[in-house]
């Protein structure tokens, strides 16, 4: 069926602090891409754009940083359906939808920061991060956001040149640099400049939790959702600083200054860090590329260093999902049919004598789930969610709230919620994701899930009528809703089970290196 397309040489045209910007209409979304919201020197603090005459069309969207490597499609696609885009160092862009242009009609605002840690993803990279439906189905501003990655956006240069004072931070100096474009403009795309919440998963939940220790973000966003994403690390300087890392890269490259590196093409630099770098991780060595570094422009770790006096008045909604990164294993199709005995072998293989301990738990913190799902159970982010949510509740004055997403997708008779499977829900967006279609489920699940973003976005609530009565988080209570095809509130429900995971199972991730 044809949609309706509305692109006049003035319609639908927005004023910005800077210029005026043409998007187009489709089906009553107001779309607009490619939006450069600041420009940046390699390693250095990222600076407002230039005025400009005229009307500039942003139709398309703008480039996206390079990535040290480029994954290729493979089987995971469909999982997590990609897509790929034209790559450049200068990639301070953001896209917008709406479903209004009207000044006065003052949405909440969502500012979207994408996966792929600090060193790879963009905001278009996954297929279900488009905005349309959100803005259309739940009438919220959605904001999608470009910045600066590895080490184009965190690399430690500083001792070489004043200009290069906060090099290590400034792929999140670039997401303030985009909140203060969504405070100055945003009003003219129907959005409420006192009404934006941050949200990401996966690094955009690490990137989420770094803003709101960030005193330069202050009063740029009023709530956060970090979903996936939350390891608690030690992220400040290790001893003997960046020096290592930079005398070999100067050394690879061949470079005589940093200012002469600084000039060189990226594929070259990139080349040179990926020969370089893997011996000085080994060493200990600070090696950069991997998110920011606790120092006067970035608090650090808020479970290590304690969270920013702002930042305890921030409500923030923070969840996971139950397999995460063991979930991409492949689905077990004897899930349905297994036996009681061969499950219980299957568990007894990780946990030895504490099996039955381990299986008594699972049961209890969930109940109906296949034991499949206790092999796969989460053990990278889930443990530090919980000291996350702790930490909040004794030294935070505002409302965190808990979730956990754990619903079977319908592959290979049923599969776990692995990493970025509840992205599509919160987006509105199942429908652009095979793999999330399960008629008679789908869509009443998607409605609860989204509408607890969107209702947090635009209340610091995510209380909706479809879903049971969801208190804050409290000390000593990590009230968790869990969303599957029952939603249900559940108090500490898997803290002993984690906690047993954890004493068991290999963590996936390991130590986060800088």
């Given at each position: 069926?044809?949609?309706?397309?509305i692109?006049?040489?003035?319609?639908?045209?927005?004023?910005?602090?800077?210029?005026?910007?043409?998007?187009y209409?489709?089906d009553?979304?107001?779309?607009?891409?490619?939006?450069?919201y600041?420009d940046?020197?390699?390693?250095?603090?990222?600076?407002?754009?230039?005025?400009?005459?005229?009307?500039?069309d942003?139709?398309?969207?703008g480039?996206?940083?390079p990535m040290?490597?480029?994954?290729?499609?493979?089987?995971?696609?469909?999982?997590?359906?990609h897509?790929?885009?034209?790559?450049?160092?200068?990639?301070?862009?953001?896209?917008?939808?709406?479903?209004?242009?009207?000044?006065?009609?003052?949405?909440?605002?969502?500012?979207?920061?994408?996966?792929?840690g600090?060193?790879?993803?963009?905001?278009?990279?996954?297929?279900?991060?488009?905005?349309?439906?959100?803005?259309?189905?739940?009438?919220?501003?959605?904001?999608?956001?470009?910045?600066?990655?590895?080490?184009?956006?965190?690399?430690d240069?500083?001792?070489?040149?004043?200009?290069?004072?906060?090099?290590?931070?400034?792929g999140?100096?670039?997401?303030?640099?985009?909140?203060q474009?969504?405070?100055?403009?945003?009003?003219?795309f129907?959005?409420d400049?006192?009404?934006?919440?941050?949200f990401?998963?996966?690094?955009?939940?690490?990137?989420?939790?770094?803003?709101?220790?960030?005193?330069?973000?202050?009063?740029?966003?009023?709530?956060?959702i970090?979903?996936?994403?939350?390891?608690?690390?030690?992220d400040?300087?290790p001893?003997?600083?960046s020096?290592a890392?930079v005398?070999?890269?100067?050394?690879?490259?061949?470079?005589a200054?940093?200012?002469?590196?600084?000039?060189?093409?990226?594929?070259?630099?990139?080349?040179a860090?990926?020969?370089?770098?893997?011996?000085?991780?080994?060493a200990?060595?600070?090696?950069?590329?991997n998110?920011?570094?606790?120092g006067?422009?970035?608090?650090g770790?808020?479970v290590?260093?304690?969270?920013?006096?702002?930042?305890?008045?921030?409500?923030?909604?923070?969840?996971?999902?139950i397999?995460?990164?063991?979930?991409?294993?492949?689905?077990?199709?004897?899930?349905?049919?297994?036996s009681?005995?061969?499950?219980?072998?299957?568990?007894?293989?990780?946990?030895?004598?504490?099996?039955?301990?381990?299986?008594?738990?699972?049961k209890?913190?969930?109940?109906?789930?296949?034991l499949?799902?206790?092999?796969?159970?989460?053990?990278?982010?889930r443990?530090?969610?919980?000291?996350l949510?702790?930490?909040?509740?004794?030294?935070?004055?505002?409302?965190?709230?808990?979730?956990?997403?754990?619903?079977?997708?319908?592959?290979?008779?049923?599969?776990?919620?692995?990493?970025?499977?509840?992205?599509?829900?919160?987006f509105?967006?199942?429908?652009l994701?095979p793999?999330?279609?399960?008629?008679g489920?789908?869509?009443?699940?998607?409605?609860?899930?989204s509408a607890?973003?969107?209702?947090?976005?635009?209340y610091?609530n995510?209380?909706?009528?479809?879903?049971?009565c969801?208190?804050a988080?409290e000390?000593?209570?990590?009230?968790?809703?869990v969303?599957?095809?029952?939603?249900?509130?559940?108090?500490?429900?898997?803290?002993?089970?984690i906690a047993l995971a954890?004493e068991?199972?290999?963590?996936?991730?390991?130590?986060?290196?800088?």
């Amino acid at each position: 069926m044809a949609k309706q397309f509305i692109c006049r040489p003035d319609y639908p045209v927005v004023q910005t602090k800077h210029g005026k910007l043409r998007g187009y209409v489709e089906d009553g979304t107001f779309k607009f891409f490619g939006i450069k919201y600041a420009d940046a020197k390699r390693w250095q603090m990222p600076v407002e754009v230039a005025d400009w005459d005229g009307i500039k069309d942003v139709f398309g969207y703008g480039y996206v940083s390079p990535m040290l490597r480029q994954d290729t499609p493979g089987s995971g696609e469909l999982k997590v359906p990609h897509r790929y885009w034209p790559m450049d160092e200068n990639c301070q862009y953001l896209n917008v939808w709406t479903s209004s242009i009207d000044p006065s009609a003052k949405k909440a605002v969502m500012v979207w920061y994408h996966g792929g840690g600090y060193s790879a993803g963009s905001s278009i990279e996954q297929v279900c991060y488009d905005g349309t439906s959100l803005a259309a189905n739940d009438d919220v501003v959605v904001v999608t956001v470009n910045h600066r990655l590895n080490i184009l956006g965190y690399f430690d240069v500083s001792e070489y040149g004043e200009e290069f004072y906060n090099s290590a931070n400034v792929g999140n100096a670039d997401m303030v640099a985009s909140l203060q474009w969504v405070h100055d403009n945003i009003q003219n795309f129907g959005g409420d400049p006192e009404n934006v919440t941050i949200f990401g998963q996966s690094g955009g939940g690490m990137k989420v939790i770094s803003l709101m220790q960030t005193p330069a973000a202050d009063g740029l966003f009023q709530h956060g959702i970090a979903m996936s994403g939350y390891i608690v690390q030690d992220d400040a300087m290790p001893e003997g600083g960046s020096k290592a890392i930079v005398e070999a890269m100067l050394a690879e490259t061949g470079a005589a200054t940093v200012q002469e590196m600084a000039e060189m093409p990226y594929s070259v630099l990139a080349d040179a860090y990926n020969k370089v770098a893997p011996d000085l991780r080994k060493a200990g060595k600070y090696i950069g590329g991997n998110g920011p570094i606790k120092g006067d422009w970035y608090c650090g770790d808020p479970v290590t260093y304690g969270w920013r006096d702002h930042a305890k008045g921030i409500e923030m909604l923070i969840g996971s999902v139950i397999d995460e990164f063991k979930g991409f294993m492949p689905g077990r199709p004897d899930r349905l049919t297994m036996s009681e005995e061969t499950a219980h072998e299957m568990v007894a293989a990780e946990y030895g004598d504490k099996a039955d301990k381990a299986i008594e738990l699972f049961k209890a913190a969930y109940p109906g789930k296949n034991l499949c799902d206790l092999m796969a159970i989460d053990t990278v982010f889930r443990p530090s969610k919980i000291k996350l949510i702790e930490s909040r509740s004794k030294e935070c004055s505002a409302a965190t709230y808990s979730y956990l997403f754990a619903f079977d997708f319908p592959l290979d008779c049923g599969a776990g919620a692995w990493h970025c499977s509840d992205i599509p829900f919160a987006f509105h967006n199942a429908a652009l994701v095979p793999i999330c279609n399960q008629p008679g489920v789908t869509d009443a699940l998607e409605h609860r899930y989204s509408a607890a973003y969107t209702n947090f976005a635009k209340y610091g609530n995510p209380a909706d009528p479809s879903l049971p009565c969801w208190p804050a988080c409290e000390v000593g209570k990590e009230n968790t809703m869990v969303f599957d095809v029952e939603c249900a509130v559940r108090t500490n429900h898997d803290h002993e089970l984690i906690a047993l995971a954890v004493e068991n199972a290999a963590n996936f991730m390991g130590k986060i290196e800088h």
